[in-house]
């Protein structure tokens, strides 16, 4: 977690006890009268298990912690999804009160409420989050359209390219956004474009990259262009992205001396951490999430 971030929580916390008795009495007497509760930050409604079900509830540490969200426009017929925990102004300079930027890339199912929630579980341990669209809108379950619109990206690459780099962009010009901190993040098609994006982006070099079971380069010529840490997330039973191709990428980026952490995880498949697949292994999840919080704040937080 960033470290001025969580001396705000801790002033956040008690800030907001007295009044939190309050707002806590309005709200039940609210939901007495309407038969619900209403969450300051929405993103999904939905009885399926979500990874946010399962990992907030290992990890209710954040969980006070109140997000600014909202849907933005960052590229030509894209528009993203943005959250950051709301902060108080402190009266300190050289980016003190800017926090790291991520930007999130969704699996072959588009910019849906699972990648929205997980957007929102980052941004609660201090950072700003775009989910950027590669795919105009459109979200689907269908697993031939999913197809369609992935091989559609990966044919149109330059395009992808660009719509990632706008959402840089877009990040840098925030306010609370520390533009020397930026980071990729992405599971399965998006592991793959978060890979990408490290490979085109000598004009705004990035801090870090992760990719969670992303499709793999393992050109050593190709990978020199990286100049920051890697973190890569896999199971040792993906059929789509083999033991043998991740071994090779971790021995290109160690020959390039790029500092890289590469987790195979065992008994696993493809999209271990996706909810609504079949190879969902909640713990392996938890593990691959807690990696990612401390990379981060690894190397972003020092």
């Known amino acids: 977690m960033h470290k001025k971030y969580k001396r705000y929580c801790i002033i956040s916390l008690v800030n907001r006890i007295y009044p939190s008795i309050f707002f806590l009495f309005v709200l039940v007497s609210s939901a007495a009268m309407s038969g619900t509760f209403v969450s300051s930050v929405t993103a999904q409604s939905s009885n399926v298990v979500t990874n946010v079900t399962d990992l907030t509830r290992l990890d209710t540490s954040n969980s006070?912690?109140?997000?600014q969200n909202k849907t933005i426009k960052y590229y030509d017929q894209a528009s993203g999804y943005l959250v950051y925990p709301i902060m108080q102004n402190e009266s300190n300079s050289e980016n003190n009160d800017t926090l790291p930027g991520v930007v999130m890339i969704h699996e072959n199912k588009g910019l849906n409420d699972n990648i929205k929630n997980m957007a929102n579980l980052l941004a609660r341990s201090g950072y700003v989050v775009l989910a950027v669209d590669l795919f105009k809108g459109e979200?689907?379950?269908?697993r031939n359209r999913s197809s369609e619109l992935t091989q559609y990206v990966r044919d149109n690459q330059d395009?992808?390219?660009?719509?990632?780099?706008?959402?840089?962009?877009?990040l840098t010009s925030l306010p609370n956004v520390n533009p020397n901190k930026i980071v990729s993040l992405g599971w399965c098609?998006?592991?793959?474009?978060?890979l990408q994006l490290?490979?085109?982006?000598?004009d705004h070099p990035l801090s870090a990259t992760i990719i969670?079971?992303?499709?793999?380069?393992?050109?050593?010529?190709?990978?020199?262009?990286i100049k920051w840490p890697v973190l890569g997330i896999f199971g040792d039973q993906d059929t789509s992205i083999p033991v043998d191709t991740v071994k090779a990428f971790e021995s290109a980026l160690n020959a390039n001396n790029i500092p890289n952490e590469i987790r195979i995880y065992k008994g696993v498949g493809h999209a271990f951490a996706n909810p609504?697949?079949?190879?969902?292994?909640?713990?392996?999840?938890?593990?691959?999430w807690d990696r990612t919080l401390s990379f981060l704040d690894k190397h972003l937080n020092m």
């Open 189 to 194: 098609f998006g592991g793959g474009q978060s």
């Open 159 to 170: 395009m992808a390219t660009a719509n990632l780099k706008s959402a840089i962009k877009y």
């Open 198 to 202: 490290a490979l085109n982006s000598q």
């Open 64 to 67: 006070d912690v109140d997000l």
């Open 276 to 288: 609504s697949g079949d190879n969902y292994a909640p713990n392996e999840t938890k593990d691959a």
């Open 212 to 225: 969670y079971y992303g499709r793999l380069v393992t050109d050593n010529a190709t990978l020199s262009k």
């Open 139 to 142: 979200v689907t379950t269908d």
